[in-house]
């Protein structure tokens, strides 16, 4: 039996991808990204020493080859893992756009580290399971939560580095519409999107980290959440552009989501768009008030009634690592 004195519990939170700074890469770095930890929706995993390393719950194939990855990982830097009983309590949505992979990973990373009693390397052992190629954002909130934006890849081998970080207004909420009947691009299809992409305007990236660097970013420490917003629409009004014709034709991976979107806009929602591929799509409110109010429309709205409509406020911390 599992010597239960040994669990250990990670909670990872979901992120919003709330746009790329840096498509065309001239300078040496491409993409830099801009990410955001929301609460309510979370990846929480139970790692127990165990006789011999299992997994059980949902997306226990997943979660069974990230454990098996770092086991190989830690044998090959002469480091010894114990075996371990793995159990995935909760999982963001797979390929929603939510950072669900991401989470999975840095949770199996920090778990097997964390049971051992090793040092955590989340760097390291991200890029070695597969994450963080284009975005650092997923790792900067793993450390802080709130609201990072990373300096996009340059050198081959290294994660891009988190170059800010801010706690995001507590009383700010992002209303969530997620639907369950789309995935969004992944795997070797998003790898595919990105070759067969066009070439990215260097004068849209300069807009783009205008855009982030003095409006987005102080607004933030402002509490202006109307030039957040504005912001925030615009980045996406540019990213969703150069994607959509990997989507069909739309800034948008979901038409649901789309109409009942451009519903809230018009009701007063703010910072519109979609997280990574999709089919999430995210706006902004000041107050829990305003959020609830913004959902119980969407909800209504015949475009939302098959929606999963939610009010996300920031998560501001670290991912938890308890036992």
């Known amino acids: 039996m599992p010597d239960t004195t040994h669990t250990t519990t990670v909670t990872v ?173 992944h795997g070797l299809a998003e790898v595919q999107a990105f070759k067969e992409l066009p070439a990215f305007s260097e004068n849209d990236a300069g807009r783009l980290c205008r855009l982030v660097v003095m409006r987005m970013l102080p607004a933030v420490v402002e509490h202006d959440l109307a030039s957040f917003g504005a912001a925030v629409t615009e980045i996406q009004s540019v990213v969703g552009s150069y994607f959509a014709p990997a989507q069909g034709g739309s800034a948008f991976t979901s038409p649901d989501v789309e109409a009942v979107l451009t519903d809230l806009a018009a009701a007063g929602a703010t910072g519109i768009g979609q997280t990574s591929w999709g089919p999430t799509g995210f706006a902004f409110a000041s107050s829990p008030d305003d959020a609830d109010r913004l959902a119980r429309r969407a909800r209504s709205h015949p475009r939302g009634r098959d929606l999963d409509v939610r009010v996300c406020a920031a998560f501001n911390r670290a991912a938890e690592i308890a036992g």
């Open 13 to 185: 939170p979901a992120r919003l991808h709330l746009g790329f700074l840096d498509l065309n890469g001239s300078l040496g770095r491409r993409f830099g990204s801009i990410g955001l930890a929301v609460a309510g929706l979370r990846t929480r995993i139970a790692f127990t020493r165990a006789a011999s390393t299992g997994v059980t719950g949902p997306e226990h194939e997943r979660v069974g080859t990230y454990v098996a990855n770092m086991a190989q990982h830690l044998e090959a830097a002469g480091l010894r893992a114990a075996p371990v009983a793995v159990e995935v309590l909760e999982v963001v949505p797979a390929h929603c756009g939510l950072g669900s992979g991401t989470a999975l990973a840095l949770a199996v990373a920090a778990g097997v580290r964390y049971v051992n009693a090793l040092p955590l390397d989340m760097h390291g052992d991200a890029l070695h399971l597969g994450r963080g190629a284009r975005s650092g954002a997923g790792m900067g909130l793993f450390h802080t939560g709130g609201l990072v934006v990373d300096g996009g890849n340059g050198r081959r081998g290294l994660a891009a580095p988190v170059i800010s970080h801010m706690v995001f207004p507590p009383h700010w909420r992002a209303i969530l519409l997620l639907d369950p009947a789309r995935r969004g691009i």
